[in-house]
């Protein structure tokens, strides 16, 4: 049997609700941006998944990086539910405001990648 860990879990359900988002901007009829509702759902969708990726990094960093020390395989997860986490705040600013997250959010998980990479040999 495949063994599932936390982090997994939020990177496929980040992965679904990333889905949903853009099955809702593709093939919606109207403006989904102004459209209330499918707003406040999406809103509801990714302040969940916002708090899903928080649990997620406290579980990462506060129990596992902590009890048990850094491994290369640790350092990746943590930087990948941030992306995910900064993701969703973007999304969520996006939903309301128009903002260039998309932009942002490659920028973000560029610079992020980049620094934890150049990093990673003074932390391991």
């Known amino acids: 049997p495949i063994k599932s860990s936390a982090a997994s879990d939020v990177y496929k359900r980040q992965t679904l609700n990333l889905g949903i988002l853009a099955g809702l901007y593709i093939f919606s009829k109207e403006n989904f941006f102004t459209h209330k509702g499918l707003r406040l759902l999406s809103t509801l969708l990714f302040t969940f998944a916002s708090l899903f990726a928080l649990i997620a ?68």
Request: net charge positive; charged share 10%.
């Open 57 to 124: 990094g406290w579980k990462l960093f506060g129990v596992y990086i902590a009890l048990y020390g850094v491994t290369p395989r640790r350092l990746l997860s943590g930087w990948f539910v941030t992306v995910l986490f900064i993701w969703c705040v973007l999304t969520l600013i996006r939903l309301y405001k128009p903002i260039q997250a998309t932009r942002l959010a490659v920028f973000y998980a560029t610079i992020s990648f980049t620094l934890v990479s150049l990093l990673s040999s003074f932390i391991l």
